[in-house]
């Protein structure tokens, strides 16, 4: 980074970091007026209130373009402890509607805190990218492509709002909070980030460390695998998942009668996802056997594309990249049910009841998928989800990508072999960023400048960020790291007693007692 571009972010960050010191008689942009949210954005009936707060486009350019931000609050009732904002995840997942929906499940101690969400720039209330024609949404959790390459929607945002796309970091992002922060007039914040989250939050305390009284998150990316390792070891991780989900069937199987063993209810998985036109996706090792036991056909043509592109030397490369594309985004979740629906299972237990339920109900009848589709839309989010998704992991990624796994990954699915093993192959090609180079060298984490260690959570069984996200998390940031048994992705607000009370604890009084708990009950 030239010395010029990096003494101009120091100017930034000092001018922010300062801004609420301010003499009230200087000339300083008036507080944020809260009112009503906009439409759609909050459930209604919380308490919850938004406002607006300008931010420099690009914060080495301070006096540049602007944009608007949106901030979500629900006032603190009783004795306030202080504020506590949030971020959910994704990259790419709505924020402001974060604690309106979880009043029913946190601790009611923090209602003593005023909760704050700020909306990630370039989503919807937050200067949204446009990115030429409306695209189709996707959860923002997974790898998502949707119809079109990366390199071609980079064109079209670069066109449609010249110079923006290259904001949309994650350092940007933490910068944007800390000029919320500044606005409303807060010297310290707390913070609650759960899965993306905890990596925004973590460079938001590497670069304001002396604005963070508590920090907690919860489901951590890895800081050493950002970003196509955090998404290549997802595929592994959700297979494991899966076979936990397939053995919970099993284990009920007088209620849902899906399969004695989990194996049986893999094999019956299986099956009403080929008849949904699942196909070669349902092509994973099932438990506890070997590849030997794997589907043996595939549907054409994606096998003859798959066959004709491998044993040709690639000669229908374009015809195998569209094949690729659709295996790395995870499309078919969105054409098939019992796909889409076993992908949001996957990461929460929640959902597991209710998923066996509507299998049960596929056998009894192939077209009632009402229940699947429910499940499934769960994860959806508007389509300026994918764009703000793309934009950050293709702009600071920092793992190269080797291509020569796309062969790999091409002979895998020729074989008939493990979907996942094939997805992980093809995220760590880079295929999936292609053209678009990494424009943004990510944040150094360290949280030697905090006045209280970070509180982590991380469950054993987590389907989206792999265990080893926790106690790598834990090492950059000096903090305490409370294992969680499962693999609910989110271990707090969840009913569970031990995770729920040492995090209240914590932010009271900054201390943690625990070093494990069990996982949640499920409700």
């Known amino acids: 980074m030239p010395r010029t571009r990096s003494f101009s972010r120091v100017l930034t960050a000092l001018a922010v970091g300062l801004g609420a010191l301010i003499p009230a008689t200087a000339a300083a942009a008036p507080q944020p007026v809260f009112g009503a949210c906009p439409e759609g954005a909050v459930q209604a009936d919380r308490g919850a209130e938004c406002a607006t707060v300008g931010v420099p486009m690009d914060y080495t350019d301070p006096d540049g ?39 029913d499940v946190m601790p009611s101690e923090l209602t003593h805190y005023d909760r704050y969400a700020v909306q990630p720039r370039g989503l919807r209330w937050a200067t949204p990218l446009r990115c030429g024609a409306t695209a189709e949404g996707s959860s923002g959790e997974r790898v998502s492509l949707g119809g079109g390459s990366r390199e071609s929607m980079k064109k079209s945002c670069d066109a449609d709002q010249p110079g923006y796309l290259d904001t949309i970091t994650t350092e940007n992002t933490a910068r944007d909070l800390d000029a919320v922060r500044a606005a409303l007039g807060l010297d310290r914040i707390g913070y609650l980030g759960t899965s993306y989250g905890t ?21 951590n990316v890895n800081p050493d695998w950002v970003w196509t390792e955090e998404f290549a070891q997802q595929q592994m991780a959700s ?24 194996l049986q209810v ?56 569209n094949l690729l594309r659709a295996l790395i985004s995870g499309g078919a979740s969105a054409q098939v049910p019992l796909l889409g629906a076993t992908s949001v299972a996957s990461y929460s237990r929640t959902f597991w009841p209710i998923l066996a339920g509507a299998m049960a109900d596929l056998v009894a009848d192939p077209t009632n998928v009402g229940r699947l589709q429910a499940i499934a839309g769960a994860a959806g989010s508007d389509p300026t989800g994918r764009f703000v998704f793309s934009a950050i992991t293709c702009n600071e990624n920092t793992v190269h990508g080797r291509l020569e796994l796309v062969g790999a990954a091409v002979g ?21 960023c292609g053209g678009w180079p990494a424009v943004a060298t990510p944040v150094p984490l360290t949280g030697a400048g905090l006045r209280t260690k970070p509180l982590l959570l991380q469950s054993k069984h987590d389907a989206l960020t792999a265990y080893a996200g926790g106690p790598a998390m ?41 070093v494990s708990a069990e996982q949640a009950p499920l409700r």
Not at 199 to 219: H, I, K, N
Not at 282 to 296: C, E
Not at 412 to 432: F, Y
């Open 412 to 432: 895998t699915i020729v074989s008939g072999g493990n979907a996942m093993d094939a997805r992980a192959d093809l995220v760590r090609s880079g295929l999936a």
């Open 65 to 103: 373009p602007r944009i608007e931000v949106t901030v979500s609050r629900i006032a603190a009732i009783g004795g306030r402890r202080g504020a506590l904002f949030t971020n959910p995840g994704g990259p790419g997942a709505d924020a402001l509607d974060f604690w309106a929906r979880r009043v």
């Open 199 to 219: 990596y925004l939050g973590a460079v938001y305390a590497s670069l304001f460390p002396q604005r963070v009284e508590r920090m907690v998150l919860d489901s």
């Open 266 to 321: 893999y094999q019956t998985w299986v099956r009403l996802v080929a008849a949904q036109g699942g196909g070669w996706y349902a092509n994973l090792t099932p438990p506890p056997a070997s590849v030997a036991d794997l589907p043996g056909t595939l549907p054409e043509p994606l096998a003859q594309i798959a066959r004709d592109g491998f044993n040709s030397g690639m000669e229908q490369a374009g015809k195998v990249q």
């Open 474 to 514: 834990a090492r950059a940031l000096g903090g305490t790291l409370i294992t969680v048994e499962g693999g609910d992705h989110g271990a707090f607000g969840r009913h569970n007693t031990v995770v729920d009370d040492a995090v209240v604890e914590y932010l009271r009084t900054g201390t943690v007692a625990v």
């Open 239 to 262: 297979k494991a998942r899966l076979d936990d989900l397939f053995a919970w069937i099993a284990d009920h199987r007088d209620d849902y009668h899906l399969g004695d063993t989990a």
